[in-house]
Protein backbone atom coordinates (compact mmCIF):
# COMPACT_ATOMS: atom_id res chain seq x y z
CA UNK A 1 0.00 0.00 0.00
CA UNK A 2 1.06 3.75 -0.27
CA UNK A 3 3.25 5.18 2.44
CA UNK A 4 4.54 8.31 3.09
CA UNK A 5 7.13 8.92 5.96
CA UNK A 6 8.44 12.50 6.43
CA UNK A 7 11.58 13.37 8.54
CA UNK A 8 13.68 16.43 9.07
CA UNK A 9 11.94 18.65 11.25
CA UNK A 10 13.05 19.89 14.54
CA UNK A 11 13.83 22.85 16.66
CA UNK A 12 14.97 26.52 14.47
CA UNK A 13 16.01 29.40 15.42
CA UNK A 14 13.90 32.62 13.51
CA UNK A 15 15.76 33.27 10.52
CA UNK A 16 17.30 29.56 9.84
CA UNK A 17 16.28 26.96 7.15
CA UNK A 18 15.28 23.38 7.57
CA UNK A 19 14.98 20.82 4.91
CA UNK A 20 11.81 18.07 5.33
CA UNK A 21 11.86 15.13 3.39
CA UNK A 22 8.62 12.60 2.45
CA UNK A 23 9.79 9.69 1.65
CA UNK A 24 7.04 7.42 -0.71
CA UNK A 25 6.70 3.84 -1.52
CA UNK A 26 3.92 2.19 -2.75
CA UNK A 27 2.89 3.93 -6.34
CA UNK A 28 3.45 1.51 -9.44
CA UNK A 29 4.53 4.42 -11.39
CA UNK A 30 5.62 8.21 -10.86
CA UNK A 31 2.66 9.99 -11.67
CA UNK A 32 1.68 10.76 -8.51
CA UNK A 33 1.75 15.00 -6.81
CA UNK A 34 2.75 15.05 -3.71
CA UNK A 35 1.12 18.41 -1.37
CA UNK A 36 2.58 19.73 1.51
CA UNK A 37 0.47 20.89 4.65
CA UNK A 38 1.09 22.13 8.15
CA UNK A 39 -1.50 22.66 11.21
CA UNK A 40 -0.60 25.10 13.98
CA UNK A 41 -1.60 24.14 17.64
CA UNK A 42 -5.91 25.20 17.21
CA UNK A 43 -5.60 26.46 13.60
CA UNK A 44 -7.01 24.46 10.64
CA UNK A 45 -4.75 22.53 8.52
CA UNK A 46 -3.48 24.78 6.04
CA UNK A 47 -1.69 24.37 2.42
CA UNK A 48 1.84 25.08 1.76
CA UNK A 49 3.26 23.62 -1.39
CA UNK A 50 2.41 21.09 -3.91
CA UNK A 51 4.35 19.16 -6.97
CA UNK A 52 3.24 17.63 -10.20
CA UNK A 53 4.75 14.47 -11.07
CA UNK A 54 7.49 15.51 -13.33
CA UNK A 55 8.48 18.61 -10.83
CA UNK A 56 7.58 21.04 -13.80
CA UNK A 57 4.87 22.80 -12.00
CA UNK A 58 4.63 24.15 -8.65
CA UNK A 59 2.59 25.79 -6.74
CA UNK A 60 2.76 27.83 -2.86
CA UNK A 61 0.61 29.36 -0.47
CA UNK A 62 1.24 33.05 -0.68
CA UNK A 63 2.42 32.68 3.44
CA UNK A 64 5.20 30.75 1.96
CA UNK A 65 6.00 31.81 -1.54
CA UNK A 66 9.56 33.09 -2.16
CA UNK A 67 10.73 31.96 1.31
CA UNK A 68 9.91 27.71 0.93
CA UNK A 69 10.72 25.23 -2.17
CA UNK A 70 9.19 22.21 -3.08
CA UNK A 71 11.39 19.29 -5.42
CA UNK A 72 11.45 15.75 -6.38
CA UNK A 73 13.48 13.22 -6.81
CA UNK A 74 11.68 10.67 -8.97
CA UNK A 75 15.02 8.30 -8.89
CA UNK A 76 14.56 8.20 -4.97
CA UNK A 77 11.03 8.36 -4.74
CA UNK A 78 11.10 11.62 -2.15
CA UNK A 79 10.17 14.55 -1.95
CA UNK A 80 11.41 17.74 -0.19
CA UNK A 81 10.04 20.71 1.10
CA UNK A 82 12.82 23.58 1.90
CA UNK A 83 12.00 26.36 4.55
CA UNK A 84 14.57 29.24 4.13
CA UNK A 85 13.88 32.64 6.62
CA UNK A 86 11.76 30.41 9.32
CA UNK A 87 9.65 32.66 11.38
CA UNK A 88 7.21 31.76 14.58
CA UNK A 89 4.34 31.61 12.70
CA UNK A 90 6.04 28.61 10.75
CA UNK A 91 5.77 26.80 13.78
CA UNK A 92 3.45 23.70 13.28
CA UNK A 93 3.43 19.67 12.27
CA UNK A 94 4.05 19.95 8.98
CA UNK A 95 2.44 16.89 6.38
CA UNK A 96 3.27 15.46 3.09
CA UNK A 97 0.16 14.28 0.76
CA UNK A 98 -0.34 12.28 -2.18
CA UNK A 99 -2.68 11.70 -4.77
CA UNK A 100 -2.46 9.88 -8.21
CA UNK A 101 -5.33 12.03 -9.87
CA UNK A 102 -5.21 15.62 -9.17
CA UNK A 103 -2.82 18.67 -8.57
CA UNK A 104 -4.77 21.02 -6.38
CA UNK A 105 -4.00 22.77 -2.69
CA UNK A 106 -6.89 21.33 -1.28
CA UNK A 107 -6.49 18.76 1.52
CA UNK A 108 -9.68 17.12 0.36
CA UNK A 109 -8.32 15.93 -2.78
CA UNK A 110 -5.33 13.93 -1.56
CA UNK A 111 -6.09 10.20 -0.70
CA UNK A 112 -2.92 9.27 1.03
CA UNK A 113 -1.27 11.11 4.52
CA UNK A 114 1.94 11.38 6.33
CA UNK A 115 2.65 10.63 9.98
CA UNK A 116 3.77 14.51 10.08
CA UNK A 117 6.71 15.89 11.26
CA UNK A 118 6.97 18.92 13.74
CA UNK A 119 8.57 22.15 13.13
CA UNK A 120 9.37 24.19 15.72
CA UNK A 121 10.71 28.39 14.84
CA UNK A 122 12.10 29.76 18.08
CA UNK A 123 15.02 31.46 20.04
Known amino acids: QVQLVESGGGLVQPGGSRRLSCAVS????????IGWFRQAPGKEREFVAAISWSGGSTMYADSVKGRFTISRDNAKNTVYLYLNSLKPEDTAVYYCAADSSVYSGLSSEYDYWGQGTQVTVSS
Open 26 to 33: GFTSDYYV
